[in-house]
């Protein structure tokens, strides 16, 4: 049999989670670029990863992005690197918009992708010791949407925009309709919590959730690609049928840190390889480096 159907697999390496919850979480530029190299290996053309502290803590260190992605660069020299603009609500846009400037001036340190997501993200997290919740915003508005999307026209760097509900699908509409996305951007549909009530108020990550955003996002959106995941276990389930759909996937420690089974992962690149199982069986395979240069549309 031969496969002939190209699909990303995109490796998120690490994404707010802590050494607690998975000793193997990569968090300085050396294991962020061993487990670059790892997962290309296993099927990866796309790898994204945050700045951060072991306990999974945000970080604004434009050092380490360069760093890593020299370093990434130097064991995977044709690998697709992401990163992301996700911040702390007391974190300006400023913060990231000069970190970006910074990294995109030089070649060696410019990262192909950069992750947008297209609305205010809220989350009611429990306080240490089940004493109640609080509320914790990650901020988007539409004036910080554009600047960063400028930064990326002028840095020759493609956004990735991060859709996790309806409501993020219409604003970006609202940016197409203003001029500042292209008629096909690439897409990464988020199902950004484990089920209904977890008090992450975004869509939760079901099979059905995922047809409903990516059938309107292929109605909005016509002709534009797409990779998905969810969070925890569940997220297997969306990836398979992501797979199953024609769309690309993404995996890695930032969405599960355990096999779909609930074996813990000891690497990226095992839940890389089982997604590049996943696309075979299918009748798929893994798209080369060239193949998802094309299919995100990053510039040469």
Sequence with gaps: MTLTAPVIIQAALNGG????????????????????????????????????????????????????????RAVAPE???????????????????????????????????????????VAWERQPG????????????????AALLAVCRLGGITPELGVMDLGFLSNAVTLRDDGLLSSRPWFLLELDTPMFGAGRQVAPATVA????????????????????????????????RALATGAGARVGFEDAVALPDGRPAESNAELVAWAAAQARDLDRRPATFDEARRIIGVAD
Aim: hydrophobic fraction near 40%; charged fraction near 20%; charge should be negative.
């Design 130 to 145: 089940d004493v109640g919740r609080r509320t914790v915003h990650y901020p988007n508005g539409y004036e910080e949407i």
């Design 209 to 240: 959730n995922y047809d409903h955003l990516a059938r309107v996002c292929g109605e909005q959106f016509p002709g534009s690609a797409w990779a998905a995941h969810g969070v925890g276990l569940p997220t297997y389930a969306v990836v398979t």
């Design 17 to 72: 989670r802590s050494r607690a919850e998975c000793p193997g979480v990569p968090i300085s530029p050396a294991e962020i670029a061993e487990e670059a190299r790892r997962c290309a290996a296993a099927g990866a053309s796309v790898v994204h990863f945050h700045a951060q502290r072991e306990d999974g803590g945000w970080l604004a260190d434009r050092a380490l992005y360069a760093e890593a992605i020299r370093q990434i």
């Design 79 to 121: 690998l697709l690197i992401g990163i992301t603009s996700l911040r702390p609500a007391e974190v300006p846009v400023a913060t990231i918009i000069e970190s970006l400037r910074s990294l995109a001036t030089d070649p060696a340190t410019r990262p192909e992708l950069l992750s947008i997501n297209l609305g205010h993200i």
